[in-house]
């Protein structure tokens, strides 16, 4: 455990970023999951749910908290679903 006031300060600073890291990470997978069902089911809310899922990852990876080519990875392997989808279906 730390002794210093100021150690003390950057845990409790550092957790509390954990978290919210966390949530945000918790968030990606369950629109990712979102997305998947929904180019699965051909909903005509894909587009919708697909870029805010899109956006999602920008504003995750804009604060480091995923890697940009992490986002970007996800954000072609969605776009590469819909598109077989989309032409599975015409």
């Known amino acids: ?26 968030a990606i ?17 894909t587009v919708a749910v697909v870029s805010s899922t899109c956006a999602l990852l920008d504003k995750a990876a804009k604060r480091n908290i995923i890697h940009k080519n992490a986002a970007n990875r996800r954000k072609s392997r969605l776009a590469k679903l819909q598109q077989q989808a989309t032409a599975a279906s015409a």
């Open 1 to 26: 455990m730390a002794n210093l006031r100021s150690a003390l300060r950057d845990i409790k600073k550092s957790r509390k970023r954990a978290e919210r890291n966390q949530s945000v990470k918790s």
């Open 29 to 45: 997978k369950t629109f990712m999951k979102k997305s998947r069902t929904a180019i699965a089911a051909g909903d005509e809310a």
